[in-house]
């Protein structure tokens, strides 16, 4: 009788025992999940305040005063949004090498300022301020396209020397200048190529068809056209 006595107290301690290290089990785990969420809390409110930093010294306009940011990521947001908004403004490509060519690229802030630049001024020459030897190509290339469209003067092409980009600066012109504006009405026979007229044809069955206009075309004009048409609308 004493035995079963002295068992159930011994039973009951080790069920005390054991409840008393659950519940400290729990508290601690309670705990470190209160300091995982005050870390976390404020590790957000220090990125909010390092963002609404970035923001206002972004406004200045002085890349100089990105220095005053000690977080290494906000530093680049910070000098390459201000470099960038520089180039555009100033349409100066200097201001492009600036940035970190990581997050931004230095070529893509050449060429989004270089082309634009170079017909804004009807100089060709301008495509050379780029650094980026194919942005340079690229300005060069499209410049008598781009000067064709904005004089609407198709002889234009007639400045440039190879065959081939002479033939895509005609049939881009007519496309944008003449079929576009009336798809079915535009004589196919007025394109260089005979690619771009079967896709002159092809274009105005599909749309008799009422399917994907731009389905099936070969040439190059043609589907820069529908790239642009798709993406950007007309």
């Not at 054991?18 to 005050?38: E, F, M, N, P, Y």
């Not at 056209?225 to 007309?234: M, T």
Request: charged share 30%; glycine share 2%; proline share 1%.
């Amino acid at each position: 009788m004493k035995f079963k006595k002295k068992y159930k107290l011994i039973i009951l301690i080790v069920g005390i025992v054991i409840g008393i290290l659950i519940i400290c089990l729990c508290i601690s785990a309670l705990k470190k999940k209160h300091t995982a969420v005050q870390n976390q809390l404020s590790l957000s409110q220090e990125e909010s305040n390092l963002h609404k930093k970035t923001v206002e010294i972004i406004k200045t306009k002085n890349i100089s005063n990105c220095q005053k940011i000690s977080d290494q990521f906000f530093k680049k947001v910070c000098i390459n949004n201000i470099s960038l908004d520089l180039a555009k403004e100033k349409q100066d490509v200097s201001y492009c090498k600036n940035l970190d060519n990581q997050l931004v690229l230095i070529e893509d802030c050449e060429r989004e300022i270089i082309f634009p630049k170079a017909i804004e001024n009807e100089n060709v020459n301008i495509c050379f301020e780029a650094s980026n030897v194919n942005v340079q190509k690229e300005c060069t290339k499209n410049f008598w396209i781009g000067m064709s469209r904005k004089k609407q003067e198709i002889t234009l092409c007639d400045n440039i020397q190879e065959e081939k980009e002479k033939n895509y600066c005609y049939n881009t012109y007519l496309i944008y200048q003449e079929f576009s504006k009336n798809p079915n009405e535009f004589d196919c026979e007025k394109f260089v190529t005979d690619v771009a007229r079967n896709d002159c044809e092809t274009y105005k069955n599909n749309l008799k068809l009422k399917q994907n206009s731009c389905m099936g075309m070969k040439s190059l004009a043609f589907r820069a056209y529908c790239k642009s048409y798709y993406w950007f609308g007309r």
